[in-house]
């Protein structure tokens, strides 16, 4: 008989437990990964506690193990659809009758980190709301559509990368003209929240417990006018992203002219560099859209840190910085943002 943490001794104080699940996960073992959670069902731990306190920081370790090039993204893809099987499974063994309002949950056009909306959703569910999950890269007129169908009580927004702001609120300004008020959440918006804020949103909270409370005890929220909405993304906004192709690309044939090894990457190089630009571009286009310098330097200081895991000095980044930087001098507050990067990676 065997004495591995799924198969008994199951605690989630228990940190071989944890190590166990990210095993599985990292496995591809879907059943396995079904074993732990449903065995922690069989013993009585609440399912929000396996979805806060295993499923969450597991998917945590796992960008944290991407990101130092421990794991390959096939590897954290299939890590992430065992942690969504493991969630399902959870859920489907743990049935709650609604008995309050209605609630859509939707990631914003372009945001595909559906898992952690889906964690709140089924939290949310186990307090008894309706939930009609939407999941994964919703655009603003679908949504809207959506609402005027079902008439709910919230909009859970999830935008976890900043580049999405500038959607997040033309969604949150569609929401709110239909009449629904809008919780916003997930990394997207800012350490504190802030940025969903000057997006108009009407709430914000920073994980899912606290939301459930929010919207537990205190909703639906004093609304002020729908249609009174911040003017965000000025010239300089709207010139990086009408010319977009053009900066990366003329970054791109910069880069050659200069970094004579360029000339051997293969197809794969050449990608991941005109992505890489390309992320350069979309962080400048949301800090300046949300006149928020701190949206680019968070950009560029966990870049910096993805990048060094893959033995890729800040150097490089900070030539990309400079490349698309030449091409935006007439631009004070682009290129303050840019200079601003560049001496991070200079310290
Ligand atoms: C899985 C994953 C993906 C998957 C997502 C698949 C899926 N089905 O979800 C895929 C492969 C698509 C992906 C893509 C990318 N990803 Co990714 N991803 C992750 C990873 C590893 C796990 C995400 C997750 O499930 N987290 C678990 C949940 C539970 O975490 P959580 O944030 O604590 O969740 C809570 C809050 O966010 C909040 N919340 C979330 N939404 C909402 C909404 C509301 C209304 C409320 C109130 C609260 C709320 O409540 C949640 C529950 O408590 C994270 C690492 C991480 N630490 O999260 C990176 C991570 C988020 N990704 C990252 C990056 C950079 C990317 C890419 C840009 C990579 C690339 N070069 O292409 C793309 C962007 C794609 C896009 N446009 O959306 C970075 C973001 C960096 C940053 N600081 O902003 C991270 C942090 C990885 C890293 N360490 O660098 N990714």
Not at 85 to 105: E, H, N, Q
Not at 205 to 223: I, M
Not at 273 to 288: N, S
């Amino acid at each position: 008989m065997t004495t591995s943490p799924g198969t008994s001794a199951r605690s989630l104080d228990d940190p071989a437990l944890h190590e166990h699940y990210l095993r599985m996960v990292g496995d591809g073992d879907e059943y396995g990964a079904v074993e732990v959670v449903t065995g922690l069902l069989d013993d009585g731990v609440a399912p929000q506690r396996i979805m806060l306190d295993l499923i969450a920081p597991a998917q945590g370790r796992v960008g944290d193990l991407w990101a130092a090039n421990e794991w390959s993204i096939a590897r954290e893809h299939a890590a992430t659809a065992i942690s969504e099987r493991a969630l399902a499974a959870v859920a489907a063994r743990s049935p709650a009758r609604p008995s309050r309002g209605r609630i859509t949950m939707a990631c914003v056009d372009g945001e595909w980190h559906a898992l952690p909306v889906r964690i709140l959703g089924e939290m949310l569910r186990l307090d008894g709301w309706r939930v009609d999950f939407l999941g994964a890269n919703v655009p603003g007129p679908h949504l809207v559509t959506h609402l005027h169908q079902t008439g709910p009580d919230a909009v859970a927004l999830s935008c976890m990368i900043a580049t999405r702001l500038p959607r997040a609120h033309a969604a949150i300004t569609a929401c709110r003209s239909a009449g629904v008020p809008v919780i916003a959440g997930g990394r997207g918006f800012g350490p504190d929240g802030r940025w969903a804020q000057r997006l108009g949103a009407d709430a914000w909270a920073a994980g899912a417990p606290e939301a459930v409370t929010r919207l537990a005890r205190n909703w639906p929220p004093v609304v002020g006018d729908p249609y009174e909405t911040a003017f965000l993304g000025d010239e300089e906004y709207t010139y990086v992203v009408r010319r977009r192709g053009d900066l990366v690309r003329t970054a791109l044939d910069r880069l050659a002219a200069t970094y004579p090894p360029m000339a051997a990457y293969d197809q794969r190089q050449h990608d991941a560099t005109v992505e890489d630009l390309g992320h350069i571009v979309d962080f400048l286009a949301a800090a300046l859209y949300v006149d928020d310098a701190q949206v680019f330097t968070d950009f560029v200081e966990w870049t910096a840190v993805v990048l060094a895991a893959r033995q890729v000095p800040p150097a490089a980044l900070d030539v990309g910085l400079r490349l698309v930087g030449e091409q935006l001098r007439d631009f004070p507050a682009a290129t303050a943002m840019l200079g601003t990067g560049r001496s991070l990676l200079a310290r």
